[in-house]
C-alpha cells in the first residue's frame, strides 16, 4: 500500500496530467481558476519536454548551432511562462506571451528546414489562432503582425540565400511535411473548438442575464434602468411613475445629479465604475420623487456590453423597520441605565437613614448625654421617627413600582369626595412646607364626586405636592386645585419653583428618572412622577407637564368620573394598561 505522502504526491501528479491534457486538448473549465490551472499544467508539460528534448538531441547529433539553441530556446519558454501566470501574470497575458514564443519557435525551426519549402511554415497560421484565446483584440493583431513578420523574414533570408542548407533529408520531407500539416489542422481544430466553448459559455451567461433582466422587469414595483458608461439613462421602465412619479421618457438621457441624493451621488458613481470593472454591485442611494422627497433604494447594477442595467427596489419600509429596531435597542439601553443609576440612588437612600437610626440608637443606649430622660434623647427619636417614614415611604414606592411593572396593582374603586381628600393631602405636607417656607393654598370646587381608588389617588396627589415643595425656594407657592369637567374632575398642581428644562420634559414620569431643573438632583429615587404617571393612566386619565427654567411647573391629572382602560381581573385586582406596560 502506498503511504500518504507517496498517495498524495500521487494525487498532485494526477491533478497536474489531467489539468495539463484539458490544456493541450483545448478543454476550458467553467472558472477562471480551473482556466489557469490547465494553461499551466500544459505549458509546464510542454516546457518540461523541452528540457528532456536537449540531451536526446545532443546525443543523436551531437552540439546544436545558434539556429537549433533558439528553436531549443523557445521550446523551453512555456514552462517559464507556466510559472510566471502561476505566480501572478493574468491568464491573458501567458497567452499572449505563449502566441509570441510559438512564432519564435516557428521560424528557428523554418530556417534550418528548408526555408520557404520548410513544413514547419504552415505553423506561423495557428500563432494568431492561439492569441485570439486571450480574448484580447489587441493580442491577436499583435500575434498576426509577429506572423506576418516571421514569414517575410524567412521568405527574405530564401531568395538572398542566407539560409543553410535543409537538415531534413529529401527522402522523408513530404512525409514530415504532411505530418507537420496534419498536425496544425488538429490543434487549429482544437482551438477552434475552444474558442467555440467559449462563445457558447458567454451565449450562455447572456442568457441568463436576459433572464435575469426578464424576470426584474416583470415586477411592477421595481425600477428597471439602462445607464451608458457615464451614468446617464438610456432606458427606464414603466415602475418609474409609481416609484417616483416621473415619466419614464422624462428619465432618459439624464446624468445621475438630476435624480440621485447629492449625498449619494459619489457613492453612485463608483458602485458604476466598480460594476464595469468588478462584475455586480449592489448600491443602497437615494432617488428624488417628482415632489421633490427622497425614496431610499436597493439598486443592483449588472454590466451589460459596456452599459449598466440597474434594479433598484423600494427599501423604506425596511429601513424604517432597522430605524425602530435601533430605537427601541437605544431605549432598552437607557432603560439598563438608568436602573443602573436607581440602583445607586436607592443604596445611598437607604443607607442615609440607616446610619442616622443606628448612630441615635446606640447614643441613647449608651446614655451618652447621661440618663434616658435628657432632653436631647427626644430629638433624637424625632430623627429615628423621622428617618423610620421615610424609609417606610421609600419601600412602599419601590413595592408599588415592582407591581406596576408585574403589570398588576390592586385598586378598589368607591365613590368619594374630592374636597375632603385634598385637605387630607394638604394636611399631610403642611408641615414639610411650613419648615420649607413655602406657602401652601388649595382651590377646589365642593361637591365633586368620582370613582376612584382613594390610597391610590391620595398617593399620586401627596407625590405631586412633595415634589412641588422640593423645588420650590423659600417664600415660594405650590397651588393644588381642582375643577369638575364633563367626563370627570381636573386636579393641576403648580409651582413657582426652579423650572424643567424644555429638554429634560421627555424624560418626565419614565421609572427611575431623575429631572433637575437650576438646582442639584434632590434626594430620592426618582420614582414619584413614574408612579403618579402610572396611577392616573391606571384611572383612565392621563398626566401633563409644562414647565419652564424659573416660571415653575404645572402637573395636571385628568382622572375620569368612570374606569377607563383598565380590566378587572378575577382575583380582584386591577390588570395594568398595556400602553403603560410595554413604557415601562
Known amino acids: 500500500?502506498?503511504?500518504?505522502?507517496?498517495?498524495?504526491?500521487?494525487?498532485?501528479?494526477?491533478?497536474?496530467?489531467?489539468?495539463?491534457?484539458?490544456?493541450?486538448?483545448?478543454?476550458?473549465?467553467?472558472?477562471?481558476?480551473?482556466?489557469?490551472?490547465?494553461?499551466?499544467?500544459?505549458?509546464?508539460?510542454?516546457?518540461?519536454?523541452?528540457?528532456?528534448?536537449?540531451?536526446?538531441?545532443?546525443?543523436?547529433?551531437?552540439?546544436?548551432?545558434?539556429?537549433?539553441?533558439?528553436?531549443?530556446?523557445?521550446?523551453?519558454?512555456?514552462?517559464?511562462?507556466?510559472?510566471?501566470?502561476?505566480?501572478?501574470?493574468?491568464?491573458?497575458?501567458?497567452?499572449?506571451?505563449?502566441?509570441?514564443?510559438?512564432?519564435?519557435?516557428?521560424?528557428?525551426i523554418a530556417v534550418v528546414s528548408g526555408g520557404l519549402a520548410s513544413p514547419a511554415l504552415p505553423w506561423l497560421l495557428l500563432v494568431p489562432l492561439e492569441a485570439s484565446l486571450s480574448g484580447r483584440r489587441a493580442a491577436l493583431v499583435r500575434a498576426a503582425g509577429l506572423s506576418i513578420f516571421a514569414f517575410l523574414t524567412v521568405a527574405f533570408l530564401s531568395l538572398v540565400g542566407w539560409l543553410p542548407p535543409s537538415r531534413l533529408p529529401s527522402e522523408v520531407t513530404s512525409l514530415v511535411a504532411a505530418a507537420s500539416v496534419f498536425a496544425a489542422l488538429i490543434i487549429a481544430m482544437l482551438a477552434l473548438r475552444t474558442i467555440q466553448r467559449r462563445a457558447e459559455r458567454d451565449q450562455a451567461i447572456q442568457s441568463a442575464e436576459a433572464a435575469f433582466l426578464r424576470s426584474t422587469a416583470s415586477s411592477p414595483a421595481d425600477l428597471l434602468t439602462r445607464h451608458a458608461a457615464d451614468g446617464s439613462v438610456v432606458f427606464c421602465s414603466e415602475s418609474a411613475l409609481t416609484m417616483l412619479g416621473v415619466q419614464p421618457a422624462a428619465f432618459e438621457g439624464l446624468a445621475p445629479a438630476m435624480f440621485v441624493h447629492i449625498q449619494d451621488l459619489r457613492h453612485l458613481e463608483n458602485g458604476f465604475r466598480d460594476t464595469l470593472v468588478q462584475g455586480p454591485q449592489t448600491i443602497d442611494v437615494r432617488l428624488r420623487r417628482r415632489n421633490g422627497t427622497y425614496v431610499s433604494v436597493e439598486m443592483k447594477t449588472l454590466a451589460v456590453g459596456g452599459e449598466i442595467v440597474a434594479v433598484s427596489r423600494d427599501v423604506s419600509e425596511r429601513n424604517a423597520r432597522i430605524a425602530d429596531l435601533v430605537i427601541a435597542r437605544d431605549r432598552a439601553e437607557q432603560t439598563s441605565e438608568a436602573r443602573v443609576r436607581f440602583l445607586a440612588s436607592v443604596a445611598h437612600e437607604l443607607r442615609t437613614p440607616l446610619n442616622a437610626i443606628i448612630g441615635f440608637a446606640d447614643m441613647m443606649d449608651n446614655e451618652v448625654f447621661g440618663p434616658v430622660g435628657h432632653k436631647k434623647y427626644r430629638e433624637y427619636a424625632e430623627h429615628i421617627r423621622d428617618s423610620g417614614v421615610y424609609l417606610v415611604d421609600l419601600v412602599s414606592d419601590l413595592l408599588d413600582m415592582s407591581k406596576l411593572e408585574a403589570g398588576k396593582f390592586t385598586i378598589e374603586?368607591?365613590?368619594?369626595?374630592?374636597?375632603?381628600?385634598?385637605?387630607?393631602?394638604?394636611?399631610?405636607?403642611?408641615?414639610?412646607?411650613?419648615?420649607?417656607?413655602?406657602?401652601?393654598?388649595?382651590?377646589?370646587?365642593?361637591?365633586?364626586?368620582i370613582h376612584a381608588d382613594r390610597r391610590a389617588l391620595k398617593q399620586a396627589i401627596v407625590n405631586l405636592l412633595s415634589n412641588a415643595i422640593k423645588f420650590t425656594p423659600g417664600d415660594g407657592s405650590v397651588m393644588l386645585r381642582a375643577l369638575s369637567v364633563l367626563d370627570g374632575v381636573v386636579i393641576t398642581v403648580s409651582d413657582t419653583g426652579v423650572g424643567i428644562p424644555a429638554s429634560e420634559l421627555g424624560r418626565i414620569g419614565k421609572p427611575f428618572e431623575q429631572v433637575s431643573g437650576s438646582k442639584s438632583i434632590h434626594k430620592g429615587t426618582g420614582l414619584g412622577l413614574s408612579l403618579v404617571k402610572a396611577l392616573t393612566e391606571l384611572h383612565g386619565g392621563r398626566m401633563d407637564i409644562s414647565s419652564a427654567i424659573g416660571d415653575g411647573t404645572t402637573v395636571t391629572l385628568q382622572i375620569p368620573s368612570e374606569a377607563g382602560g383598565t380590566t378587572i381581573g378575577r382575583d380582584g385586582t386591577l390588570v395594568y394598561p398595556e400602553k403603560f406596560r410595554a413604557r415601562a
Do not use: K
Open 1 to 108: 500500500m502506498l503511504s500518504g505522502t507517496q498517495a498524495g504526491a500521487a494525487n498532485s501528479i494526477g491533478r497536474f496530467l489531467l489539468d495539463a491534457f484539458d490544456g493541450i486538448l483545448g478543454s476550458e473549465g467553467d472558472s477562471l481558476t480551473a482556466r489557469r490551472a490547465s494553461f499551466v499544467s500544459a505549458h509546464m508539460l510542454a516546457g518540461g519536454l523541452g528540457l528532456l528534448a536537449w540531451p536526446i538531441y545532443w546525443a543523436l547529433f551531437g552540439p546544436a548551432d545558434v539556429a537549433m539553441t533558439c528553436a531549443f530556446v523557445f521550446l523551453w519558454a512555456p514552462l517559464f511562462i507556466g510559472l510566471a501566470v502561476q505566480s501572478g501574470w493574468s491568464l491573458e497575458d501567458g497567452q499572449a506571451a505563449s502566441a509570441l514564443c510559438l512564432c519564435g519557435f516557428v521560424t528557428a
Open 413 to 449: 374603586r368607591q365613590r368619594l369626595e374630592v374636597g375632603p381628600l385634598l385637605d387630607e393631602c394638604m394636611a399631610m405636607v403642611s408641615g414639610t412646607a411650613e419648615v420649607a417656607g413655602v406657602n401652601l393654598q388649595c382651590e377646589a370646587d365642593r361637591g365633586i364626586y
